[in-house]
């Protein structure tokens, strides 16, 4: 009996290349939608502690002290990282009366100095909110106990995720070549 080599691996067993595979795989759908995750699910733990505090206050007669806390917590970190998915979309607020008058070629260097504005001011934020977490690292919660620095930390974090999410879209702009079909097409479309 003679056995042909073959360039499959044999069943059952994972080549280095297909695990790394899906590696990236996995790290690409963390990177789409990791953030859009972790606001749904603080969302949800928002909405059950009011329900549940609703629950114990007006039912059972006997208030939870800590829910309130827990739910205004929550809700800075859903306000941050809502901001950053936001900003990945491009659904934050810009006035575009004056810019859509302007030629092709202005428009993107208006685009570019916009950039670099918005990156500062996310580098000011981010050094800051991490001096704000670094002051508050030894003040606790009232109710909860909890290192008031994981509430404050939202801000930092927020705006390293921007910043990480601005890399994306430079480097997408840098790329970016416009079709022949579509020659109006601009750089937002593809945010």
Not at 7 to 34: F, I, N
Not at 55 to 60: E, G, K, N, T, Y
């Amino acid at each position: 009996m003679q056995v042909e080599p073959t360039s499959q691996p044999p069943p059952g067993r994972v080549t280095a290349r297909r695990g790394g595979y899906h590696l990236m795989r996995a790290a690409r759908l963390v990177w789409l939608w990791g953030t859009e995750t972790v606001v749904v699910f603080l969302m949800a733990v928002m909405v059950g502690t009011i329900i549940l505090q609703v629950f114990f206050r007006f039912v059972l007669n006997d208030p939870l002290s800590w829910s309130e806390e827990l739910a205004r917590y929550t809700f800075v970190w859903i306000t941050f990282l809502g901001a950053a998915v936001a900003y990945r979309h491009g659904a934050n607020i810009a006035v575009e009366t004056v810019v859509v008058m302007l030629p092709e070629r202005l428009q993107l260097i208006l685009a570019w100095v916009v950039d670099v504005l918005l990156v500062a001011a996310l580098i000011i934020l981010l050094i800051y909110g991490l001096g704000i977490v670094e002051v508050t690292s030894g003040v606790e919660s009232t109710m909860l106990e909890i290192p008031m620095s994981w509430v404050y930390g939202a801000l930092p974090v927020s705006a390293a995720i921007m910043l990480l999410y601005q890399v994306e879209l430079t480097l997408r702009r840098v790329t970016w070549k416009p079709a022949a079909s579509a020659p109006h097409k601009s750089m937002d479309d593809t945010r």
